[in-house]
């Protein structure tokens, strides 16, 4: 998880680069050119991590789906364990070390979703640098225009299985994890 956690900074701080580099020397050729190498790292990165992603994130639903398993279809199980124990607690320390992957996944998912975001954002930055204005020329730059179409048009971001990550569809998938993880908090505790 932490070498993931570690492409997805140096992914981050590619993009950062590529802003600073064209807001210091504003040449849109070059830019183009570093923006299509960073496209291509993306696509690299995405698909070299998407196996990952899928086996963390199974792994995750598999944990749950074990423990539901467990606690709803043993009842008999679950009334040994209380009276030998009083409490279930057998439960907790399980659950926990699912939550806490799951939340470590989420807290991944999000800085992927941070660079997708970063990429959407980095065309408004370009367009918003002014160019010195001399006299024969206007605020109006076709070249940096032209990259801003490319970034534009080149809509990348970091996805898995052909899906852009995005903040919405990670909190979607940690609020289905609260309320799966409620469910089986809820259904332990009333039986």
């Known amino acids: 998880m932490f070498l993931k ?3 997805l900074s140096c ?10 580099q064209y807001a210091e020397l504003g ?10 190498l960073i496209q291509a790292t993306l696509n690299q990165a995405s698909n070299r991590l998407e196996g990952s992603f899928l086996i963390s994130f199974t792994a995750i639903v598999a944990g749950f789906d074990t423990l539901s398993a467990d606690l709803i279809g043993s009842t008999e199980m679950l009334d040994h364990v209380e009276h030998c124990s009083g409490e279930a607690s057998w439960l907790l320390q399980p659950l926990l070390m699912i939550i806490s992957k799951g939340l470590l996944l989420t807290y991944i998912l999000l800085r992927a979703a941070g660079i997708s ?10 367009n918003s640098l002014l160019t010195p204005l001399s006299e ?8 940096r225009s032209y990259l801003v179409r490319y970034i534009d ?39």
């Open 5 to 7: 956690l570690h492409i």
């Open 11 to 20: 992914l981050d701080l590619m993009i950062d680069d590529f802003s600073l």
């Open 27 to 36: 040449d849109a050729e070059q830019g183009i050119l570093q923006w299509s």
């Open 117 to 126: 975001h970063k990429c959407e954002r980095t065309k408004h930055f370009i």
């Open 136 to 143: 024969d020329s206007s605020y109006l730059d076709t070249g």
């Open 153 to 191: 048009d080149s809509a990348a971001g970091f996805c898995i299985q052909g899906g852009r990550i995005t903040f919405f569809a990670v909190m979607k998938l940690f609020y289905g994890m609260c309320a799966l993880t409620f469910a089986i908090v809820t259904q332990a505790y009333s039986s």
